[in-house]
C-alpha cells in the first residue's frame, strides 16, 4: 500500500475553535484555511445544522495530536 496516512487527530497548532477543520486539513493534505472556507460553504449549502453537528461529533469522537513535536505551538 502506498498511501498510508497518520490517523486522524484534532491539530493543536492549527485550530480556530477545537482544532477539527485543521486536523481534516492535515490528514487530506490540503491547506487550512482551504479547508475551513470549503466546510462553511458545505455546511451553508446544507441548512448549517448538518454542518455544525458533524463538528461537535469530530470533537466529539477525534482525540487531539500529541504534544510529543517540539514545534508544535499551542494556541489557546
Known sequence: ???L???LRRSRSNRMIAGV???LAQYL????TLAR????LISI??????GILVYVLFWL???EE???DPSVIVSR
Open 37 to 40: 472556507v470549503l466546510y462553511v
Open 61 to 63: 469522537l477525534t482525540p
Open 5 to 7: 496516512h497518520a490517523p
Open 29 to 32: 493534505g490540503i491547506d487550512a
Open 1 to 3: 500500500m502506498t498511501g
Open 66 to 68: 500529541e504534544v510529543s
Open 21 to 23: 477543520v485543521g486536523g
Open 45 to 50: 449549502c446544507s441548512a448549517a445544522f448538518p
